[in-house]
């Protein structure tokens, strides 16, 4: 492939497409006349989406090596061009925002919808992160693109007079003419392009509460899912035929979440619950009757606990954190023995495995980072990994076609869900169906796809501690009608700080303490920014965002609004905290290993040898966590030097609970008693004591965090839950 192909990059924002080899914009496939110049700044803010690009930059892009240049005039001029292709405007930006004297920001979602494929086969041997950086929510390589020699030219004497020309002229456009409708014709008999016009969508279920994790009968005719009329209650599993409103209970023990899967002889559904005191993989018959339990199981994220039958009914792949990390299993139902599968990659999760119809191949996830993962196809019984592709974002579950061809998935990039299909050459299309879709399923015979469609709003509620019955005092302080989390206050108590989808990516914002005021600080577009850490000055957060195409450590001053890119040699960092000097940050690299990074950027240090990815500093001391027998212990070493400590008296935690810490101790939620609690660790006394109890579990991963003062506590709970089963029809 030539150079000029393997640069060849075409990046999509609304309806507008830049082909940043040819310094092309195309608007609904139609080319616009942009300058050079202008398409320079274009492609440069495009490379930085969500971030500053100062006006030296761009001098230093338009005019390298020439001095004596109305610097401004000219930016100013090329600027304007490039808005007015845009049809944007300085008072009212939608692609281009002006920041006074500093520079520019690009502020539309931005896609690469084109690269080269030998730049993405050649790092498919690790869960790479997309090539651009970019915002955009998933990246996509095209397919391999062969350059044809040009025709021979013919001369012709000018003797021969012009008749002779009009001959050649007149068979030229003939045989190209021919040639021309041949391509088309063979095109569209070949063409492979998804069509997707027949597909029907309709209401499966419309039950009250929550319905989720559908599975197909073999014959296709029955749906199989889990359903729960009030979230306090649990999930059971449920049945009922397609064309009929009569469903049956399968089972009679509420869990937090059960995912499920028809065996391919009809005969029996798998599933997996995880529930407090019953988490495991179970049998039952597909017309009811005793459940039987296969393997012990712990999970801590709902959509990596998929399980897959083989196409014999023999065995079972399933997901689970058992045996000290995250590992998928395949289990033989002769004799209940579970195998690890081990593909060789390094992920922080692997999970989500699928059998593909033929039984040749397994598809999993293998997750980097927060909201960073990669779809992969493993041959069986044995062969490397293939990455068919890298997405950010957060999974919400996949299913193999009925053919075999392509994977199914859910991605929500801060959208609330949408579904896409890759297939194994890596060409990815988004379904024109799925808003705000999940757990995909899809039938072996005919033609049906079913997903979950649902909504779901999570709150932060505040507590006051020092009332009697602190239990007594919760109120709704920071919502809206998506996804606000991971809150956190400032050193003196006035601001909080937090994560929300609310702009329709996740961004960071900044309220009062009174929830008044609201603030936007961040602009990326997606796909993923938040757990956001105040520096103790009062002025600097720290955050994770995907905006450089994989995970790294922002710092921003919520005055100037202004976020820049901490430089270290390790790479996919994310849930920073900062030291209480403000002169480190810690953070996680995604697989496991905690880091000390210097503030201003440098080289980062492990500070465990132990798997850790979380972390709060305070007095002098850092305090993380680690996996003990599937649970999370916390660890506590000296910031100075020395060995870890383990702390007497504090009980292991769930993986999906919250915990922070103060000076005094460490606050935590136990979701698994019930009714749920939030807890105190206290360091001098080293004894647990309950604060209170919750009307409803916190969310998971939400985040905790305490005022200075040690009055208020803020925490995240889900509200207004609502899900149903969508059946798609003509699906192929």
């Keep these: 492939m030539s150079s000029s192909a393997s640069k060849n990059v075409i990046v999509s924002f609304g309806p507008f497409e830049a082909n940043l080899a040819t310094q092309e914009l195309q608007k609904f496939g139609t080319r616009l006349r942009l300058p050079n110049q202008s398409f320079q700044v274009l492609a440069l803010l495009l490379e930085h989406p969500g971030q500053l690009v100062t006006r030296d930059e761009l001098r230093r892009k338009l005019w390298p090596t020439i001095t004596f ?11 304007n061009r490039l808005r007015d292709a845009l049809g944007d405007s300085a008072e009212k930006p939608r692609y281009i925002e002006t920041l006074p004297r500093r520079g520019y920001r690009f502020l539309a979602t931005v896609e690469v919808v084109s690269k080269d494929l030998e730049e993405d086969r050649a790092t498919s041997s690790n869960l790479p992160a997309p090539s651009l950086a970019t915002p955009g929510t998933i990246a996509t390589p095209p397919p391999a693109t062969e350059m044809l020699p040009a025709h021979p030219s013919t001369k012709v004497g000018f003797n021969e007079g012009r008749r002779t020309t009009f001959w050649i002229f007149s068979a030229v456009i003939l045989i190209s003419v021919v040639s021309f409708t041949g391509v088309v014709l063979w095109l569209r008999k070949n063409s492979k392009e998804p069509d997707f016009s027949s597909v029907r969508v309709y209401p499966f279920t419309s039950l009250p509460g929550q319905e989720i994790s559908p599975t197909f009968s073999p014959d296709g ?128 999760d692997i999970a989500s495995p699928a059998f593909s119809p033929d039984g040749k191949k397994l598809v999993f996830v293998c997750s980097s980072s927060v909201a960073v993962y990669g779809i992969y196809e493993l041959p069986l019984p044995a062969g490397p990994p293939q990455l068919l ?118 961004e960071i914002w900044l309220v009062d303490a009174d929830g008044s005021n ?81 503030a201003q950027g440098g080289q980062a240090t492990r500070i465990s040898n132990k798997g850790s990815w979380f972390s709060v500093v305070k007095s002098g001391r850092v305090l993380f966590n680690i996996n003990e027998n599937n649970k999370i212990a916390i660890r506590s070493q000296s910031l100075t030097g020395g060995g870890e400590e383990s702390l007497k008296g504090m009980p292991l935690l769930n993986a999906a609970e919250s915990w922070t810490a103060t000076n005094r101790g460490i606050y935590f939620t136990s979701s698994s008693s019930t009714p749920a609690t939030i807890n105190f660790y206290d360091f001098a006394k080293r004894i647990v004591r309950r604060l209170c109890t919750l009307p409803q579990s916190p969310t998971q991963g939400g985040g905790l965090s305490v005022s200075p003062d040690g009055r208020w506590l803020l925490y995240t709970q889900s509200h207004d839950s609502q899900s149903d089963i969508m059946l798609a029809t003509h699906f192929r």
């Design 221 to 348: 005719s029955q749906v199989a899912f889990a359903w729960s009329s009030n979230l306090e209650q649990g999930f059971d599993l449920y049945v009922k035929a397609i064309g009929s409103e009569r469903t049956i209970k399968l089972t009679d023990r509420p869990a937090h979440w059960i995912s499920a899967a028809w065996s391919p002889d009809g005969t029996e559904i798998a599933f997996a619950r995880w529930a407090p005191d019953a988490s495991g993989i179970f049998l039952i018959p597909a017309l009811g009757g005793p459940e039987r339990k296969l393997a012990d199981a712990d999970f801590w994220y709902e959509p990596f606990m998929q399980v897959s039958w083989s196409p014999d009914s023999k065995s079972l792949a399933f997901w689970s954190i058992r045996k000290g990390g995250s590992h998928i299993y395949v289990m033989s139902l002769d004799d209940l023995h579970s195998q690890v599968i081990d593909p060789g990659l390094r992920c922080w």
């Design 69 to 79: 240049v109305e610097y401004d005039q000219g930016l100013n001029a090329a600027v």
């Design 518 to 598: 609201l603030i936007q600080l961040t602009s990326f577009n997606g796909p993923q920014t938040g757990s956001p850490s105040w520096c103790s000055d009062g002025h600097r957060i720290a955050f994770d965002s995907r905006a450089s195409g994989s995970s790294a450590i922002y710092i921003e001053d919520a005055s100037e609004r202004l976020p820049r890119q901490l430089k270290t040699n390790v790479s996919n960092l994310a849930l920073p905290t900062w030291s209480e000097d403000c002169q480190w940050l810690f953070a996680s690299d995604g697989h496991e290993n905690l880091y000390r990074i210097p």
């Design 389 to 506: 592709k890298s997405v950010m974002g957060y999974f919400r579950g996949l299913a193999w076609s009925a053919d075999g061809t392509r994977i199914v998935f859910s991605n929500d990039s801060g959208d609330a869900g949408s579904l896409w299909q890759v297939d194994h050459n890596s060409r990815l299309v988004k379904l024109p169906f799925g808003e705000e879709g999940s757990n995909p399923s899809i039938s072996s015979t005919g033609n049906r796809l079913a997903y979950v469609r649902g909504s779901k709003t999570v709150n932060i509620w505040r507590l006051d501690l020092n009332s009697r019955e602190p239990q007594n005092t919760a109120t709704k302080l920071i919502y809206s009608t998506r996804i606000q989390r991971v809150p956190q206050y400032s050193s003196d108590g006035k601001k909080i700080v937090f994560e929300s989808d609310r702009s329709g990516t996740h």
